[in-house]
C-alpha cells in the first residue's frame, strides 16, 4: 500500500497539478491531504474542486477552517488575514460547505492525519516539547497507532520516538523502525518555506515502511502573475521565489 501525502496546498493550482502529476508517474493507492487547500495565493476553487473530484481524503487546516467561515482569522499575521478574507469572499457555496464537511483529524490503519497538531489545527509542531506533547496524544488514542502525519510548518520533519525519547531525524528518504512511533510533515505543496522553492511531497510505502521524499518544479512564475492580478499582497508571490 503506498500512500501519498500533501500538505498545505494554499490555493497555488500551478504546485498542486505539478505534484498530482508526479504522483502519477510514481504511483500511489491513495492520495492523503493533512489541510490548508486555500488560503495566500490566487486559486482555491480551483484547488478545492481538484480535491473534491479527485477522491483525495483530506482533513481541514487553519486557513480552510477561517475561509468557510467557520472561525474568524484572529490569530493570523495582517498579510494571512487578508489573503484568507479575499479567500472567503472568492469560494463559491458549493467549496465552502465541502470545506466544513471535513474532519480535522484521519485515521486509516495504523497511520493517523492532522494539520497542527493532534486536537489542535491552529498549534504548530515546532520545539521538542511539542513533539513529546504528540507523540504521547498519538499513543493515547491508540497503541496500534505508529505514525503520525502532519503538516501546518510548511517544513519538512521526521521525528521519531523510541524507548522513551524523542530524535530529529533526517528530512530524507528512510526505513521506519517497526518498534518506534513517528512524526512525518512532507513539507508544503504550495507554498514551501525550507529554502528551497519546488513543491514538496511524499509518498509512505507501507509493505516496505519506506518514506520518500519528493520535490517537483512548477510554473511558479503564472502563480505569481495570478497573486498580482488579484490584488493580493506582493509579498505572497516573491516568498514563493526564496521558498520562505
Ligand atoms: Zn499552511
Redesign the pocket.
Given at each position: 500500500m503506498r500512500t501519498a501525502v500533501i500538505?498545505?496546498i494554499?490555493s497555488n493550482l500551478e504546485a498542486l497539478q505539478a505534484v498530482l502529476a508526479r504522483i502519477e508517474d510514481l504511483g500511489a493507492d491513495e492520495i492523503v491531504c493533512l489541510?490548508?487547500i486555500v488560503?495566500?495565493n490566487a486559486n482555491p476553487n480551483e484547488c478545492v474542486d481538484i480535491i473534491r473530484s479527485g477522491n483525495i481524503k483530506c482533513v481541514l487546516?487553519?486557513?480552510d477552517v477561517c475561509a468557510a467561515d467557520l472561525e474568524e482569522p484572529d490569530g493570523f499575521n495582517p498579510i494571512a488575514r487578508r489573503a484568507v478574507l479575499w479567500t472567503r469572499a472568492e469560494l463559491t457555496d458549493e467549496n465552502k460547505l465541502f470545506l466544513r464537511s471535513l474532519p480535522r483529524e484521519l485515521r486509516v490503519k495504523d497511520l493517523f492525519f492532522f494539520?497542527g497538531s493532534i486536537h489542535d489545527t491552529n498549534r504548530y509542531i515546532l520545539y521538542m516539547s511539542d513533539a513529546v506533547d504528540n507523540f504521547a496524544l498519538l499513543a493515547g488514542i491508540g497503541k496500534l497507532l505508529r505514525i503520525g502525519f502532519f503538516?501546518?510548518t510548511?517544513v519538512r520533519a521526521v521525528l521519531s520516538h523510541s524507548r522513551g525519547a524523542v530524535f530529529v531525524e533526517l528530512s530524507s528518504d528512510q526505513w521506519l523502525a517497526e518498534e518506534n512511533r513517528y512524526l512525518i510533515n512532507p513539507g508544503?505543496v504550495g507554498?514551501p518555506r525550507d529554502g528551497d522553492p519546488r513543491a514538496s511531497f511524499l509518498v509512505y510505502d507501507a509493505d516496505k515502511r519506506r518514506v520518500i521524499f519528493s520535490r517537483v518544479e512548477y510554473d511558479l512564475h503564472a502563480c505569481q502573475d495570478k497573486i498580482i492580478r488579484a490584488g493580493l499582497p506582493s509579498w505572497l508571490a516573491e516568498r514563493l521565489v526564496s521558498g520562505s
Open positions: 500538505a498545505d494554499h489541510g490548508d488560503g495566500y487546516g487553519n486557513h494539520h503538516g501546518h510548511h508544503s507554498q
